[in-house]
T-cell receptor, first 115, second 113 residues
Framework: AQTVTQSQPEMSVQEAETVTLSCTYD???????LFWYKQPPSRQMILVIR??????QNATENRFSVNFQKAAKSFSLKISDSQLGDAAMYFC????????????FGKGTRLHILP | DAGVIQSPRHEVTEMGQEVTLRCKPI?????LFWYRQTMMRGLELLIY????????DSGMPEDRFSAKMPNASFSTLKIQPSEPRDSAVYFC???????????FGPGTRLTVT
């Protein structure tokens, strides 16, 4: 069965520093999507970044980038130049939409930004 | 586009009452999802629709929950009768089948007393 694991319930980083949030997943499929979502205290779920499994190139969105290791089933999120507004809960998500659809979110990592 | 719209934003009701949550997806999106979020259970997928047709409702906790999507721009999640354990934040999200990027509404915080 597919699973998504975020092993770090909480993390802290100094403002302007770089932090990496980890996510591992388990699947027997080869063509799927991976996402990172951010949920600030306002509780709004915000899409941060998307990675298609068939793409070898790691996705990047401004200060956010991923390290996608398909063989290792690892999908970490790197936040560069951390800002106070980055403080939030971050969720990793796996989506496989085919004959046996699976949509699975991890339990989340709470990120604190230290001024 | 205004994004995904949910109403009400907050709902407080008494046990046994019927509760209806509403969602308007982003125009043109062909998938619609309903989630429930609690501290204990995290984010749970309840049901999702593709082109207004329910595809997977295996996450619906029990028969007290029902969801409909009468057209491409409107969906409801109904709980009847409501129970205190249904207290949670309910999110609606929509996406395109071309990339499955889900865009979430602001959520409805439901409190059942």
């Amino acid at each position: 069965a597919q699973t998504v694991t975020q092993s770090q319930p909480e993390m802290s980083v100094q403002e302007a520093e770089t932090v990496t949030l980890s996510c591992t997943y388990d699947t027997s499929e080869s063509d799927y999507y991976l996402f990172w979502y951010k949920q600030p205290p306002s509780r709004q779920m915000i899409l941060v970044i998307r990675q298609e499994a068939y793409k070898q190139q790691n996705a990047t969105e401004n200060r956010f980038s991923v390290n996608f290791q398909k063989a290792a089933k690892s999908f970490s999120l790197k936040i560069s130049d951390s800002q106070l507004g980055d403080a939030a809960m971050y969720f990793c998500a796996y989506i496989y939409m085919n004959r046996d659809d699976k949509i699975i979110f991890g339990k989340g990592t709470r990120l604190h930004i230290l001024p | 586009d205004a994004g995904v719209i949910q109403s009400p934003r907050h709902e407080v009701t008494e046990m046994g009452q019927e509760v209806t949550l509403r969602c308007k997806p982003i125009s043109g999106h062909d998938y619609l999802f309903w989630y429930r979020q609690t501290m204990m259970r995290g984010l749970e997928l309840l049901i999702y629709f593709n082109n207004n047709v329910p595809i997977d409702d295996s996450g619906m906790p029990e028969d007290r929950f029902s969801a409909k999507m009468p057209n491409a721009s409107f969906s409801t999640l109904k709980i009847q009768p409501s129970e205190p354990r249904d207290s949670a934040v309910y999110f609606c999200a929509s996406s395109l089948s071309t990339n499955y990027e889900q865009y979430f509404g602001p959520g409805t915080r439901l409190t059942v007393t």
